[in-house]
């Protein structure tokens, strides 16, 4: 049961431009939501969260959007980066128990230059 | 920032063998620590919740006496792997809870088993 979905494995965008990756959940019962950044054979690097009870959440050039209804969320990037070019995965935690994070599959992004 | 570090970063030995991997909260102490298994192209899967001083709670499919988890301090969780195989061989990353919201992880240890 997969419970947070990232439907498209890769994207590719060109520099300057904007970035939007989505992710999709089942639980209506997560508090949060996270997303991180991932290069080859290191850990993933946290960048921006989101609480259940908001809808919008900026930093810099990323900004997380939640859409409780549709139990979507999607990050975008403007304007995009060549070192933006990762592997972006979004997480989500039950706060209630072990705050585990269940995690999508993942989205490959590249910038191309 | 928060910083996580994992020992060793890649690790190879021969099938039957255990291994140990070492996780360390290097400026916060982590009440819990969480560890994780990645496959080639797919999605971090958790494995257990490691919390100090107390036993580990596994995720369902995870075998405890293969995973032996020891959490001895609020900066160091340890995963040993036990008679390791060829399926074995993935990349086991950690991570420490400093606030609800966020988890700092680790660089991550490659184990490749003979």
């Known amino acids: 049961d997969q419970q947070v979905k990232q439907n498209s494995p890769s994207l590719s965008v060109q520099e300057g431009r904007i970035s939007i990756l989505n992710c999709d959940y089942t639980?209506?019962?997560?508090?949060?939501f996270l997303w991180y950044k991932k290069y080859p054979a290191e850990g993933p690097t946290f960048l921006i969260s989101i609480s259940s009870i908001k809808d919008k959440n900026e930093d810099g050039r990323f900004t997380v959007f939640l859409n409780k209804s549709a139990k979507h969320l999607s990050l975008h990037i403007v304007p995009s980066q060549p070192g933006d070019s990762a592997v972006y995965f979004c997480a989500a935690v039950l706060i209630q128990g072990a705050q585990k994070l269940v995690f999508g599959q993942g989205t490959r992004l590249t910038i191309n230059p | 920032g928060a910083v996580v570090s994992q020992h060793p970063s890649w690790v190879i030995c021969k099938s039957g063998t255990s291994v140990k991997i070492e996780c360390r909260s290097l400026?916060?102490?982590?009440?819990?620590m969480f560890w994780y298994r990645q496959f080639p192209k797919q999605s971090l899967m958790l494995m257990a919740t490691?919390?100090?001083?107390?036993?580990?709670?596994?995720e369902q499919g995870v075998e405890k006496d293969k995973f032996l988890i020891n959490h001895a301090s609020l900066t160091l969780s340890t995963l040993t792997v036990t008679s390791a195989h060829p399926e074995d061989s993935s990349f086991y990353i950690c991570?420490?809870?400093?606030?609800?919201?966020?988890?700092?992880f680790g660089p991550g240890t490659r184990l490749t088993v003979l």
């Open positions: 991570s420490a809870s400093l606030v609800p919201d966020t988890q700092y």
């Open positions: 400026d916060f102490q982590a009440t819990t």
């Open positions: 490691s919390n100090e001083g107390s036993k580990a709670t596994y």
């Open positions: 639980n209506s019962m997560f508090d949060y």
